[in-house]
């Protein structure tokens, strides 16, 4: 998983803002335009679960979204994002390319400004070259940054299909923060979206697959756990609920484990202690 930065249109720096970045986060795409060398061939380094930060010149990050697919190199002449206008000025071809995107991250109403990325990067005068352009000297700052983006949690699912007694009322809630940080996206990578307790992964179209990231400490309420790559699993749903709400223990030995992943075991005993709902209790 690489990241980079997506300039939704380079060339606005010499004019007017045009700030119609909501086009492409409403229809879940990202497009270049106009000569294919210099534009569109910029998609062919991106791979599925990439992770695109949207780039509006003098705005700053108004998205960040993960790429769904690699780029099938067409040109299309029915644009969804450049105007008819736009489209007769291109060298190279009155041409848009696209790439479909998942904008799981929307800024557009509270971006990340340019004097901030210059304050948070050390730069004089940032501004992203090139349509699509690798981040590479910033990568642990832009993961940190994306972490702090999403820190602020959803308010935690009621779970409603579990049975309350007829005499009273039973709130159950889930332990986990709903929310996908870099790690869990890196630990999710690492085992190429297989379940560590089955080695079940969700077959969606297209190729791609799906899994979820567990905190075996959960990281909201009384437990604080830590967003550490040693406080996550790569789960499939069932077991994720299984072990949210404390129907199954944890055994190290027992994990599928893989290269650059290893869990610390001081989270799996606070899970088996504190949550595990233990039948000797």
Avoid at 10 to 28: L, N
Avoid at 32 to 46: A, C, S, T, Y
Avoid at 112 to 139: C, D, E, M, N
Avoid at 212 to 224: D, F, K, R, T, V
Wanted: contains cysteine.
């Amino acid at each position: 998983m690489d990241y980079y930065f997506y300039n939704t249109d380079a060339r606005s720096i010499k004019g007017p803002p045009r700030p119609r970045f909501r086009i492409p986060i409403d229809r879940s795409f990202a497009a270049v335009g106009g000569d294919r060398r210099r534009f569109g061939e910029q998609f062919h380094q991106l791979k599925q679960d990439d992770i695109l930060l949207m780039y509006e010149d003098r705005v700053g990050v108004v998205a960040a979204g993960r790429v769904l697919e690699r780029w099938d190199g067409k040109s299309h002449t029915d644009p969804w994002y450049y105007t008819p206008a736009e489209m007769g000025e291109f060298t190279g071809g009155a041409y848009e390319y696209r790439i479909k995107v998942e904008w799981f991250l929307h800024l557009s109403d509270d971006p990340v400004t340019p004097k901030v990325l210059r304050q948070r990067f050390g730069s004089v005068g940032f501004t992203t070259r090139g349509a699509v352009k690798k981040i590479v000297k910033y990568r642990a700052e832009i993961e940190e940054m994306l972490e702090e983006l999403q820190a602020t949690p959803l308010p935690t699912r009621t779970a409603i299909d579990l049975p309350a007694p007829a005499s009273e009322r039973v709130e159950t809630t889930t332990y986990r923060i709903l929310r996908d940080t870099a790690k869990a996206l890196y630990v999710k990578e690492l085992h190429v979206y297989q379940c560590q307790i089955c080695g079940h992964t969700i077959e969606l179209p297209g190729g791609r697959r799906y899994a979820e990231a567990h905190h075996i400490q959960p990281l909201g309420g009384s437990h604080n756990g830590p967003d550490l790559i040693g406080n996550i699993l790569c789960v499939c749903p069932n077991h994720h609920a299984e072990l949210d709400y404390g129907v199954s223990a944890i055994a190290v030995s027992a994990l599928r484990s893989t290269r650059g992943h290893a869990v610390d075991p001081q989270y799996v005993q606070y899970h088996n202690r504190f949550i595990y709902n233990s039948k000797d209790e």
